[in-house]
């Protein structure tokens, strides 16, 4: 039902900023919370923000203050505005849809998938 494709990765210098995009297909996009996890190499696939269907965020600890969600409707996209990157930020970054109607920070309840983009950050 839903289509995600993400952008936007690349190599940044620690402390330097990056935006993810996440363009989405479907009916409903706005109907669905989004969110954005990351994996790094050896490394289970961890949690990063959410945003609902409604504007409400939240983030993990590990990033909150320096990265911001977002989402435009109108142009079936979320954002992931990261600032003051830090090494351990490097990942492949992964864009996902969920039928929940808050924010979620589970895996599990995601149900669509990008494919990811990769992030690394150079000190």
């Known amino acids: 039902q839903v289509q995600l494709v993400e952008s936007g990765g690349g190599l940044v210098q620690a402390g330097g900023s990056l935006r993810l995009s996440c363009a989405a297909s479907?009916?409903?996009?706005?109907?669905?919370?989004m969110g954005w996890f990351r994996q790094a190499p050896g490394k289970e696939r961890e949690f990063v923000a959410s945003i609902s269907r409604y504007g409400g965020r939240g983030y993990s600890d590990s990033v909150k203050g320096r990265f911001t969600i977002s989402r435009d409707n109108a142009k079936n996209t979320v954002y992931l505005q990261m600032n003051n990157l830090k090494p351990e930020d490097a990942a492949v970054y992964y864009c996902?849809?969920?039928?929940?109607?808050?924010?979620?920070?589970?895996?599990?309840?995601?149900?669509?998938w990008g494919q990811g983009t990769q992030v690394t950050v150079s000190s």
């Open positions: 996902a849809a969920s039928g929940t109607l808050g924010i979620s920070t589970k895996l599990n309840e995601y149900d669509y």
């Open positions: 479907g009916r409903t996009f706005g109907s669905y919370t």
